[in-house]
């Protein structure tokens, strides 16, 4: 649970690119932006490139860019609905009501699947390795994100 002192937040249809060292949001947040109390959602981005900036102190529940994502070749593509398989992963909803029915490149990954798609899996972890078929930005933020429901089940 990050302390910032100061930067800048996206909303998670904002953002087009993550950096190592970014932050994505797993829970909401309320900050303060241009002096009114704002609430943001998971899958929002605390970065030097995003255009909302922080005024106040906050501690947020989030986690730091790494480099544990792995990029899967898609075998396949499949129109539908994210498919969330833990309940406990509210940054899968966030993406879910983002995306709604939309068309996804999915692969056969290994491990345990986590988010999938009419049954395939998109997002997948094994140890403390996630996988990921479908490049796009936010479904990227919502691999990353699964590192903070991981790391606090240790």
Known sequence: MPYILEG??????????LR???LIVVKPVTVFVRGRSQVFSPLSVISDECTH???TPIWV?????GDNVRMVEPVVEVEGELEI????????FTARELLGKSRFKV???PGVPIVTVRGYPLISS???????SDDRTLLLALAH???YFLSSSE
Do not use: Q, W
């Not at 800048?8 to 690119?17: G, Q």
């Not at 529940?61 to 860019?65: E, G, I, Q």
């Open 20 to 22: 190592t060292g970014d």
């Open 107 to 109: 692969a056969s990954s």
């Open 53 to 55: 900036t922080i005024t």
């Open 8 to 17: 800048k937040i996206c909303r998670p249809h904002e953002v087009n690119l």
């Open 85 to 92: 398989l833990s309940h406990e992963f509210l940054p899968g």
């Open 126 to 132: 094994s140890g403390k390795e996630i996988y990921l």
């Open 145 to 147: 994100s699964l590192t």
């Open 61 to 65: 529940d989030a986690v730091r860019v």
